[in-house]
C-alpha cells in the first residue's frame, strides 16, 4: 500500500517551533517533488512549500517565508517542514504529497490527486 503519512503537529505558543515529518510507505520518496499543504477551518487548502527531488530546489508561500524550512532526507524516506516563529494563523491541519513545484510559488493542491491526501497532522497555534 502506497502511502504519504503526516506526524509532528500539535499545540504550540505563538513564537513556538515544530518539525512536521512525511514519511512514506510502500513506495520511494526519492524519485518524487514533494509539497506540504494546509488547511484552516473554512478555508480552502493552500500550498505552503515544495522541494525538488534531489534537494536543491524550495519554494514557499509568501506568508511563511523566512519561517519555514522544508528539507528532504531519502535515505529515510523522510521529508520535514521545520516551522518557526509560528503565528495563530498557522493554525491549520497540514498534509503532504507529491506534486509538481512551482518555479517562485508554493505548490498548487489542484495538482493533487484527491486520492493521495492523508489525514494530516493538527498544528495548534495558540495562547
Known amino acids: 500500500q502506497f502511502a504519504l503519512v503526516e506526524s509532528g503537529g500539535g499545540l504550540v505558543q505563538p513564537g513556538g517551533s515544530l518539525r512536521l515529518s512525511c514519511v512514506a510507505s510502500?513506495?520511494?520518496?526519492?524519485?518524487?517533488?514533494i509539497g506540504w499543504f494546509r488547511q484552516a477551518p473554512g478555508k480552502e487548502r493552500e500550498g505552503v512549500s515544495c522541494?525538488?527531488?534531489?534537494?536543491?530546489?524550495?519554494t514557499y508561500a509568501d506568508s511563511v517565508k523566512g519561517r519555514f524550512t522544508i528539507s528532504r532526507d531519502n535515505a529515510r524516506n523522510t521529508v520535514y517542514l521545520q516551522m518557526n516563529t509560528l503565528k495563530p494563523e498557522d493554525t491549520a491541519n497540514y498534509y503532504c504529497?507529491?506534486?509538481?513545484?512551482?518555479?517562485?510559488?508554493?505548490?498548487?493542491?489542484?495538482?493533487?490527486?484527491?486520492?493521495?491526501w492523508g489525514q494530516g497532522t493538527q498544528v495548534t497555534v495558540s495562547s
Open positions: 504529497a507529491t506534486t509538481v513545484c512551482i518555479a517562485g510559488g508554493p505548490p498548487d493542491p489542484r495538482h493533487v490527486p484527491f486520492e493521495s
Open positions: 510502500g513506495f520511494s520518496l526519492e524519485p518524487n517533488a
Open positions: 522541494i525538488s527531488r534531489s534537494g536543491s530546489s524550495t
